[in-house]
């Protein structure tokens, strides 16, 4: 089943960060305005293969430990107490 054109996320894309007029929005084929969301965000990263995610894995097995020095909660740095 083919997903239905995302004309929301386009619209929003279009006028909210290319600045475009409607006029010029609706006059962009879609493999323009794919073209201008690549110039600004860069192209996707390609999904993980399952033989490379396998790998992983492998060589980095869930302990059920936590990771030394990996943080937990809240980053202090971003988030204040009430008391501050």
């Given at each position: 089943m083919t997903k239905p054109f995302p004309w929301d996320e386009a619209m929003q894309f279009g006028f909210g960060v290319l600045h475009l007029s409607p006029d010029a929005f609706w006059k962009m084929t879609p493999r323009e305005l794919a073209q201008a969301i690549i110039a600004v965000r860069g192209r996707l990263a390609s999904p993980l293969?399952?033989?490379?995610?396998?790998?992983?894995m492998q060589a980095f097995p869930d302990t059920g430990q936590p990771i030394s020095g990996a943080m937990c909660g809240p980053d202090p740095r971003i988030h204040r107490t009430l008391q501050d």
């Open positions: 293969a399952r033989r490379d995610l396998d790998a992983l």
